[in-house]
């Protein structure tokens, strides 16, 4: 998505923020920081970690970074809200959890050894 596709659906973004957020994240900085959060995962490019999505943002990724590794916030009730949300608009009839494997982003990506994954049918 890019940000001018995002344009016409952030008033959206912001409400679900909200509703899955607000009883978890009480200070409004943090609200503010989860809903940026969420807005960079939606837009465009491939990769999808703190330094690249800050500049897609235009903020410091110090930001991002902090929210998500030192602020003192518990991901349990938001995985919750996030369920419940998802089984009144969807009403499945069974839910399936799967493994997502992602392939190394070149033969030399630092710290990383060879592995398998299953949903690639390789080692990678």
Same mark, same amino acid.
């Given at each position: 998505?890019?940000?001018?596709?995002?344009?016409?659906?952030?008033?959206?973004?912001? &409400?679900?923020? $909200?509703? /899955?957020?607000? %009883?978890?994240?009480?200070?409004?900085?943090? @609200?503010?920081?989860?809903?940026?959060?969420?807005?960079?995962?939606?837009?465009?490019?491939?990769? &999808?970690?703190? $330094?690249? /999505?800050?500049? %897609?943002?235009?903020?410091?990724?110090?930001? @991002?970074?902090?929210?998500?590794a030192d602020s003192t916030w518990d991901y349990e009730p938001v995985r919750e809200n996030l369920t419940h949300w998802a089984l009144e608009r969807i009403g499945p009839q069974a839910v399936v959890i799967d493994d997502v494997g992602f392939p190394k982003d070149g033969p030399n990506s630092p710290g990383v050894a060879r592995m398998y994954s299953g949903t690639l049918g390789a080692c990678s």
């Open positions: 998505m890019t940000p001018d596709e995002m344009a016409p659906v952030r008033p959206r973004l912001e &409400k679900f923020a $909200d509703q /899955m957020l607000r %009883r978890v994240l009480r200070r409004r900085d943090q @609200l503010a920081t989860g809903e940026l959060y969420l807005r960079g995962l939606m837009l465009d490019g491939r990769r &999808k970690s703190m $330094d690249p /999505m800050a500049e %897609r943002l235009g903020v410091d990724t110090q930001r @991002l970074q902090q929210f998500m």
